[in-house]
């Protein structure tokens, strides 16, 4: 076990008493990177409006290159056609050519593609009747899988792409069998994918539930990939609600699940991020500090239904008088996709309901503070000025911004700005109390020496 010293100044930054009203900090220590920013929180589930074979187009550029996106996932969902097990070739084909046009869009931007095989089975909820493995029988699900290759090889459609394994398989709504059946499924589904496109990253295993050191499911799948020698290239899972927890908890237990079980050290797609409730600039800036804080890739979940799940970008857009236009979630996202150069050590406030992140580029400091579904004061507990150039106490600019949010149908503009203080310091640290104006409404900070 490392043990982790604490200088007598960090002891007090972080014994020192709250503001008055404040229920709790969270700590950014700029002299501290923690690697380059890249965004990582920046994809989306679907959200690409469907074109044939071909890139969709309607959205302008600006809209996705403006927030960095560099990731989607996709399979066709909600469409017509039902999908394999549906009516077999028929029934599959207008999902891949969904997921082709959903690829195309993507790679147009340079972003990651992760496609969804239950989509093209037709699993993607409602009653589809059969399963991978019914009646331990796997010719059709093999049939399925070399179809689905041989597709993606004649497309040309392997840059970039991640195949997600099987989506939420412990939900009844998308795998309706045991969940032995999906082990089984999971390790011959990876060994056929492996087969056929050796150099492809498989994900898996994409469950609703979060990872659970306790959790049943988690615990025979860790044993059963393990046993297989079917670990796929990058783990995956939701986190969706607070039920689910957050990163901060979830990502310890993945630790002590791999160390269990035997398990290496992966890449992580948190391929679905935040419910409905939490689409917001506040809760968003929360998944974000969350996802940054441990590297991983974060999706945005979709929660529109049939056409409006191939459309809007999972909600970071809308459309009036027949024109894309950006929503208070957008402008956060934008803001996000500015902040460039390292990322410096953050935590979260021990109630779990407040997060940052930070960044450093030359000797200026932003920050975004967001809390978790709660209206409450918090602070944030600023060290290492020192690391921007400036001295160990004085005074420093904090130019302020907020981040409105009035639905996902609503245009916002640019963030407020509402000011530029010169704050005073000591000991190297800042704190900043955040009093926001509702739960949905996120802060950006920007430190730099005085003008
Ligand atoms: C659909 O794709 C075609 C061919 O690339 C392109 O000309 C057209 O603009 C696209 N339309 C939309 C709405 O994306
Ligand atoms: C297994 O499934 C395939 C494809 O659905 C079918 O043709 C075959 O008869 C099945 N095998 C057995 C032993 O039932
Ligand atoms: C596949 O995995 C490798 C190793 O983790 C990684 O470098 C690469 O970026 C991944 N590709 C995609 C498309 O996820
Ligand atoms: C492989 O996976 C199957 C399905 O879960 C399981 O029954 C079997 O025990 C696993 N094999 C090993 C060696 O763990």
Same mark, same amino acid.
């Given at each position: 076990m490392k043990t982790i010293t604490l200088t007598p100044f960090l002891i007090s930054?972080?014994? &020192?008493?709250?503001?008055?009203?404040?229920?709790?900090?969270?700590?950014?220590?700029?002299?501290? &990177?923690?690697?380059?920013?890249?965004?990582?929180?920046?994809?989306?589930?679907?959200?690409?409006?469907?074109?044939?074979t071909n890139a969709a187009t309607?959205?302008?550029?600006?809209?996705?290159?403006?927030?960095?996106f560099n990731a989607?996932?996709?399979?066709?969902?909600?469409?017509?056609?039902?999908?394999?097990?549906?009516?077999?070739?028929?029934?599959?084909?207008?999902?891949?050519?969904?997921?082709?046009?959903?690829y195309k869009t993507t790679r147009m931007y340079g972003g990651d593609f992760i496609?969804?095989?239950?989509?093209?089975?037709?699993?993607?909820?409602?009653?589809?009747?059969?399963?991978?493995?019914?009646?331990?029988?796997?010719?059709?699900?093999?049939?399925f899988i070399k179809q689905v290759c041989k597709d993606l090889r004649a497309n040309n459609m392997l840059e970039g792409l991640v195949i997600d394994l099987w989506n939420e398989p412990d939900l009844t709504m998308f795998w309706a069998k045991s969940w032995e059946q999906f082990l089984s499924y999971s390790a011959r589904a990876y060994k056929l994918f492996k087969q056929e496109l050796p150099t492809t990253n498989i994900s898996g295993p994409s469950m609703a539930h979060s990872a659970g050191k306790n959790d049943k499911n988690w615990?025979?799948?860790?044993? &059963?990939?393990?046993?297989?020698?079917?670990?796929?290239?990058?783990? &995956?899972?939701?986190?969706?609600?607070?039920?689910e927890r957050e990163p901060d908890s979830t990502i310890p237990d993945l630790k002590?699940?791999?160390?269990?079980y035997g398990l290496p050290d992966r890449p992580i797609d948190i391929n679905e991020y935040a419910s409905k409730g939490e689409q917001n600039p506040a809760n968003s800036v929360f998944y974000i500090g969350q996802l940054e804080r441990w590297n991983l890739r974060g999706l945005r979940s979709n929660w529109g239904g049939g056409s409006a799940l191939h459309d809007f970008m999972a909600n970071l857009v809308?459309?009036?008088?027949?024109?894309?236009?950006?929503?208070?979630?957008?402008?956060?996202?934008?803001?996000?996709?500015?902040?460039?150069?390292?990322?410096?050590?953050?935590t979260a406030a021990t109630d779990r309901k407040f997060d940052v992140f930070a960044t450093k580029s030359g000797n200026v400091a932003k920050i975004i503070a967001g809390t978790r579904t709660v209206k409450a004061q918090y602070e944030v507990r600023v060290s290492g000025l020192s690391s921007l150039g400036l001295e160990k106490s004085g005074k420093v600019s904090v130019k302020t911004y907020r981040f409105d949010w009035s639905g996902d149908s609503t245009q916002v503009g640019a963030p407020v700005d509402i000011g530029t203080k010169d704050m005073t310091y000591s000991n190297d640290a800042l704190t900043i109390l955040m009093d926001p104006a509702t739960i949905s409404t996120a802060y950006a900070y920007e430190l730099s020496a005085r003008k």
């Open positions: 930054l972080l014994t &020192s008493p709250l503001s008055t009203n404040a229920a709790g900090f969270a700590t950014v220590d700029l002299s501290k &990177s923690t690697g380059a920013a890249q965004f990582k929180a920046s994809g989306f589930i679907y959200g690409w409006p469907d074109n044939g309607g959205i302008a550029g600006n809209l996705v290159r403006d927030i960095k989607n996932r996709a399979g066709g969902a909600q469409i017509s056609a039902g999908g394999w097990a549906r009516g077999g070739l028929a029934q599959y084909t207008p999902r891949f050519n969904s997921a082709l046009s959903n496609l969804l095989v239950h989509d093209m089975w037709g699993a993607d909820g409602g009653n589809v009747g059969k399963f991978p493995g019914d009646n331990d029988n796997w010719t059709e699900m093999e049939n615990q025979a799948w860790a044993r &059963s990939m393990a046993g297989n020698k079917t670990i796929p290239d990058i783990y &995956s899972w939701h986190q969706i609600g607070d039920w002590s699940l791999q160390k269990t809308f459309k009036k008088s027949g024109t894309y236009q950006p929503n208070g979630e957008w402008q956060l996202y934008k803001y996000y996709a500015g902040m460039t150069g390292e990322k410096v050590a953050t």
